[in-house]
């Protein structure tokens, strides 16, 4: 016998809508749904299903953010952007950010370095214990 499969393993959770619109289309065309009933079953309205973007195609702005992160790679996507808006892109910094997270340009957090401790907690705080003048700075 067959172990059960939970049902959200067999299908991921379907978040963007250009995910949910293909969705939409397999429910349609594997069991011959009707737009309207692939969509309810999808939460979609029927003006989601027919809609289509008008962003323009970025290609360019990408190939640019690339080469800049590839000279520059220390800086991160607002410095990119600055750069961009001196070479007079007319670009928006979400527009940049959005972009530099899909090509993977993700700029890396830095560690922070432990600070050598002088003596102990117990040596450094003691004062706090009782009715003792604090220490004087050196």
Excluded: I
Aim: net charge positive; with cysteine; proline share 4%.
């Amino acid at each position: 016998m067959s172990a059960a499969v939970p049902f959200s393993d067999v299908l991921a959770k379907v978040v963007k809508a250009a995910s949910r619109h293909e969705a939409a289309s397999y429910l349609r065309q594997t069991y011959g749904a009707s737009e309207r009933h692939a969509g309810r079953t999808l939460g979609l309205g029927n003006s989601r299903l027919h809609y289509r973007s008008r962003r323009p195609a970025a290609e360019d702005l990408r190939r640019r953010l690339r080469e800049l992160a590839a000279e520059r790679p220390c800086y991160g996507y607002q410095r990119l952007w600055a750069l961009l808006r001196r070479e007079d892109w007319k670009v928006n910094h979400k527009r940049v950010y959005r972009l530099y997270h899909e090509e993977g340009l993700k700029l890396r957090k830095r560690r922070r370095r432990s600070r050598v401790h002088v003596g102990t907690c117990q040596q450094r705080f003691s004062y706090l214990s009782g009715n003792q003048p604090k220490p004087p700075v050196a």
